[in-house]
């Protein structure tokens, strides 16, 4: 079978082409430095010749409202029309757990945009849908941050590594399209303002975890169960406590 993956030299398309790889799966990296760049549709129509499958895992290289919708809205039209003139079977993307749940945001409007022109186009499609992943730590502190100290609110979430997102994303793939939603998260519930004021700490980081029951998940207000994964999710088995790259080296 073969599988381009869009976003595929990223921390979780390298990780899909990987495992697809080593099931025998004939497995694309495609991304602009590999000559293929789904906004602006250079290399799409020469990667996807032949293609049976087409992941996309990319992401937008910014979080600004505009920029960011102009990304998914732009980068997915292109590939669904690529795909649909390649006579692409399956088309599966990757997306967040609670979308729907955290319009005030422009970068979960831009998701939830991007699963709206998949759902409405001619492709078969699964959308596999993850909540955040341990490799984000740094990354939410920071997204959080006030001078010397994050806020978070004390809202519940379940974090995962991702390796298991990238074995859910190939595991989809292969199979066939579900042409709805299916959610992966990791196996423990945290309060946020708990789970980043030890995971900071583990690291080293000196910032002041804030409680703070107003604090905005990327510029949408949460509620206690907003980053929660429905009943029917999958979940992964590595837990935060015993991940190697808990500490942050290297990160």
Sequence with gaps: MKVVVIG?????????VARLGEHGHEAVAAAPNTGVNALTGEGLAEALAGADVVVDVSNSPSFEDAAVLEFFTTSTRNLLAAEAAASVGHHVALSVVGTERLQQSGYF??????EKLIEDGAVPYSIVRATQFFEFVKAM??????????????VLFQPIVSDEVAQAVGRTAVGSPVKGMVEVAGPEQFRMDRFFREALAFRGDPREVVTDPQARYFGAEVGERTLLPGAEATLGEVRFGTWPGRDGAGR
Excluded: H, Y
């Excluded at 409007?109 to 991007?114: L, W």
């Design 8 to 16: 595929g030299t990223g921390l979780i398309g390298s990780k899909v």
């Design 109 to 114: 409007r831009a998701k939830a945009a991007q």
């Design 141 to 154: 502190a920071d997204a959080a941050a006030e001078g010397d100290s994050v806020r978070f609110a004390p």
